[in-house]
């Protein structure tokens, strides 16, 4: 079977590729597989700076191809933040309720109509024989005044999807990758690049 690694630490994002890649006939490895690559400080300040960073070290690294994914909230009404600091927006723990706790207190008392947002994702695919491309993907919605729904990780919750009426919580993990941030990254990635996927 082919493989592809993702350069990424995250369960939730490993768990998608995997999902995503298995049925295009790709193994998928993970930085859970390489517990000897250290993090990766992302210290752009934008998606692709960060996806870039990450995916370069990594191929760097291996010798390999290797893809990463920078992705967060961007909420209207708190000016694009959480944004690239999603991930430690309520504190280096990375913990996922607290900073949904964090997005949903700061936009207490907004009504529904300025509770827009959007998820981004950043793929880097990095080939350290000819160089980088970056491909970005988001997904619109708006964020709830409480939690809803078990599936996914992150901000999941909180993030209603219109056209679906659900939380991104709610949508079972096939409806999600076809919809998701990532997915029309990834969609993107395989139109453009179809001779490496
Ligand atoms: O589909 C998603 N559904 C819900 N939340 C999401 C999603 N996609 C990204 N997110 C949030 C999670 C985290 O708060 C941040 C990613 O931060 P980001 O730096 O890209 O990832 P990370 O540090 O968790 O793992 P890594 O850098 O090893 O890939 O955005
Ligand atoms: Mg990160």
Do not use: W
């Not at 990594?58 to 708190?78: E, N, Q, T």
């Not at 901000?155 to 076809?178: G, H, Q, R, T």
């Amino acid at each position: 079977m082919k493989e592809i690694i993702i350069a990424t630490k995250n369960r939730g994002k490993a768990k998608e590729f995997v999902e995503m890649f298995e049925p295009l006939g790709y193994a998928v490895k993970t930085l859970l597989d390489y517990p000897e690559i250290e993090d990766v400080e992302e210290t752009g300040t934008t998606f692709e700076e960060n996806a870039v960073l990450k995916a370069e070290t990594v191929a760097k690294l291996l010798g390999k191809v290797v893809i990463s994914d920078d992705s967060g909230l961007m909420v209207d009404a708190l000016e694009g933040r959480p944004g690239v600091y999603s991930a430690r927006y309520a504190g280096e723990q990375k913990d996922d309720q607290a900073n949904m706790d964090k997005v949903l207190e700061e936009l207490k008392g907004v009504p529904v109509e300025k509770r827009t947002a959007r998820f981004c994702c950043t793929l880097a695919i990095a080939n350290p024989a000819s160089g980088t491309q970056t491909f970005t993907g988001t997904c619109e919605g708006v964020i709830l005044e409480e939690r809803r729904g078990e599936y996914g990780f992150g901000y999941d919750p909180i993030f209603f999807v219109v056209e679906e009426d659900k939380a991104m919580a709610e949508l079972p993990p096939e409806k999600k990758n076809s919809i998701s941030h990532r997915a029309n990254a990834l969609k993107k990635l395989k139109e453009q690049l179809p001779q490496v996927l």
